[in-house]
């Protein structure tokens, strides 16, 4: 699945593929993939707009389109197979296009999904959207400070994995990227937060940004290989119901 590291490269291609693109057509491909909105609507609001701004916060995905204030911001959230495809060739579209964008100048923009975990849909404030699914900070926000973190994890019990991908507490985080995280910083999975030293909570805050920034795995992830850290044997888990590895000589 679509952690927070790959919805930003998605950011990133949507803003250099689409952004001050005019619309002249939102075709939707297959209802199933919108939230609640009809494909009718869908398409009257964003006929004629312009895709101006992306954000990103966690794994989901909004561009803002031109206007007055109430003006259309379409979400994306990639679910499992969710991916972008930008092409001017119409023979060019993906098989699983389920929304196109049509623009003005002949280019397309398709979101396509072969499982239709994702969703494509409309929502007025993000801002009210976050609040409305208590999604948790973002952790590369640059307002998300170290004492931020602190107060969270001061506020909550539990295995730090669960924590961690609790998207209340911090929003984007997914188990690969947990597993990194903890690998580096050589805590257990179910060390509880309460057993955490300060100096360890630090540790998980740099280095859950390092492993989102710069996506780089180290941990390997099959069961009774060694550790390239320190000779240890990689271990096998369920934790927070995901499955887990981590070395079971140096977390701790």
């Given at each position: 699945m679509p952690e927070l590291p790959e919805v930003e490269e998605y950011g990133r291609y949507f803003a250099r593929h689409a952004l001050r693109r005019r619309i002249a057509r939102a075709d939707v491909r297959d209802e199933r993939i919108l939230g609640e909105i009809r494909k009718e609507t869908f398409a009257r609001r964003l006929r004629g707009r312009t895709f101006e701004k992306v954000r990103r916060h966690g794994k989901h995905l909004f561009v803002m389109t031109n206007g007055q204030a109430g003006a259309p911001v379409v979400h994306l959230h990639f679910g499992m197979t969710g991916d972008l495809a930008f092409?001017?060739?119409a023979a060019k579209e993906p098989r699983f296009a389920r929304v196109v964008f049509d623009f003005d100048d002949g280019s397309h923009l398709a979101?396509?999904?072969m499982r239709l975990f994702g969703v494509v849909d409309l929502v007025d404030d993000v801002d009210a959207f976050i609040a409305?699914?208590?999604l948790g900070r973002d952790p590369l926000d640059r307002k998300f400070r170290l004492n931020d973190f602190e107060e969270l994890i001061a506020k909550r019990r539990g295995a730090i994995k669960a924590l961690l991908m609790s998207q209340d507490l911090v929003a984007g985080m997914?188990?690969?990227?947990?597993d990194e995280t903890l690998y580096l910083t050589g805590i257990h999975p179910r060390r509880t937060t309460g057993k955490l030293k300060k100096a360890e909570v630090h540790a998980l805050f740099e280095t859950?940004?390092?492993v989102l920034r710069k996506p780089n795995r180290k941990l390997p992830r099959d069961e009774g290989e060694r550790c390239p850290r320190c000779g240890g044997t990689i271990k096998r888990a369920?934790?927070?119901g995901r499955t887990t590895y981590f070395?079971?000589?140096h977390q701790k």
């Open positions: 092409y001017r060739d979101f396509e999904d409305a699914h208590r997914g188990n690969l990227y947990v859950m940004r390092k369920v934790v927070a070395c079971g000589k």
